[in-house]
């Protein structure tokens, strides 16, 4: 499934394309066709999950047509439980409509009456706001919601939590009744279900596999490296735990995979390349090799990893950090096959912690730090918070084996295998280049 089955808009496309996304999340392959075809639905999906895109991308869809009715008023309302919330709501829909001609208004609690009524007086295509402050502006007449299309009820859950469930029917019934409904809710049953028979018309039910997508049964390690030769004394040591059976070491490049490939083997290791440079035969003379046992370490890049499915690999190691938080999902993946588990570890200096952030904002989850003992960081960065604020509904949940003082767990395991520590001298040819 690309973006292009998808059938949105060309400027949408275009927009998704900058943003960087290549695939569509499961939630969004699920609900987009649904809601292009003009259905309501109701989807259980958490942050992280790409939700927000779910609804937006056929939102901005919807209004690359002119609207039938005369009016200035807002044809597409998102309600949001928080100010944080609506904030990143508005920033997706600026980010995913900027070649399209949209003017997106948000109306907060805590901002002042003069300016939105002077935003709520102009064309408003998107209007992203609280329950709470909307009320008041609808109360006073503000609002006309004669060519409102689409209502979407962002995390309906905590929305009812807060005890906004009143303003929310109230909101919902000064809009035309045909509008088109989405529901967005971490729980669709008890109060949520009740709401929805209420607001909704036969809306199509979604619930995104959320236990697979988290991988289980990967553990995923971080560690903080301080330059190309510590990254390599990290994989050194590594490769010489007798727990890794088989790992597959990504890199960013093809040259890189090579030359790794090459430093690797020359130090005795069984190890090959796999990229996208080799022809047909090469690779598949790698992968038969792989697949039989006979290569303990290949070297790839994310095109020619992609879809791997060996028993045997037991680790995954992010030499460099994917560029893309998808691929990120695709690499841990080649880990843990068939049930087995896996490891997954990450290398990531300061310069790749916007990256690490875009990381576990995707997968919504963090990834522990780890150290060995005697290949420790000199520095580390500050570990980074993607579900700061306005998402306490995983708060303790995946992040939960980093420390409670939110520092590096100390990594023992290598270590029983009492092996020398290894030299430093790493892959010498490589500390000359740019990280990452
Ligand atoms: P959300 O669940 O809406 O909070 O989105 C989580 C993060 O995933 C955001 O940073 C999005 O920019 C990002 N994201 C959404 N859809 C995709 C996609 N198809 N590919 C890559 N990243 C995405």
Redesign the pocket.
Known sequence: MS?ENLKLHPSILQA?AD???????PI?AEAIPEVLAGRDIMAS??????????FMLPAIHRLSTPSAVKSKGPRVLVLTPTRELAT?VND?ARKYGKHLRLNTVSILGGMPYPLQNKLLSGYVDILVATPGRLIDHIDRGRIDFSRLEMLILDEADRMLDMGFIEDVEKIANATPASRQTLLFSATLDGNIGKLATRLLKDPKRIQVAAQQDRHENIEQRLHFVDDMAHKSRLLQHMLTDVDLTQAIVFTATKRDADMLAEDLFAQGHSAAALHGDMNQGARNRTLTKLRRGGLRVLVATDVAARGIDVAGISHVINFDLPK???DYVHRIGRTGRAGASGIAVSFASYRDMQLLQ?IE??T?QSIAPHTIAGLEPKRVPRPSSPRSGQDRKFSGKPGGSRGASGQPRREGGFARNGEKRPNSGGFAHHSGRRHG
């Not at 943003?19 to 999340?25: R, V």
């Not at 999906?45 to 779910?54: D, F």
């Open positions: 973006f998704i943003s960087g996304y290549t695939t569509p999340t969004q999906a958490q942050t992280g999950t790409g939700k927000t895109a779910a990143q997706a893309f938080a998808e875009r904002r995707f919504g």
